[in-house]
């Protein structure tokens, strides 16, 4: 019991420290057209993140995928409960 106690208050004050242990080939260009690139980051603790982090220009290669972002739903959606919703057209 006094385990769970001090396992509980450990996580309280655990602050993560963050190190990035993958990268992905998906890039995006920030409003300002500097890349950043997906990565993983995890933490000792086990808790993880995606994250988009600044890169160079010429860390950017030509295999990388540029991942674009839509304002709009209509299409292509793949959530699969707003599949049905749009499987008429
Ligand atoms: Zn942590």
Known sequence: MF????????????K???KITEYS??????DMGYPLRLFIERC??????QS??????SAVRKTDAVCKWYKSINK???PASQLASISGD
């Open 44 to 49: 000792d603790c086990g808790e993880c993140k």
């Open 16 to 18: 993560h420290d963050f």
């Open 76 to 78: 292509p959606v793949t």
């Open 25 to 30: 080939n998906i890039i995006q260009y920030d």
């Open 52 to 57: 988009w982090i600044d890169i160079t220009e």
């Open 3 to 14: 385990s769970k106690i001090f396992t509980t208050i450990k996580k309280l004050f655990h």
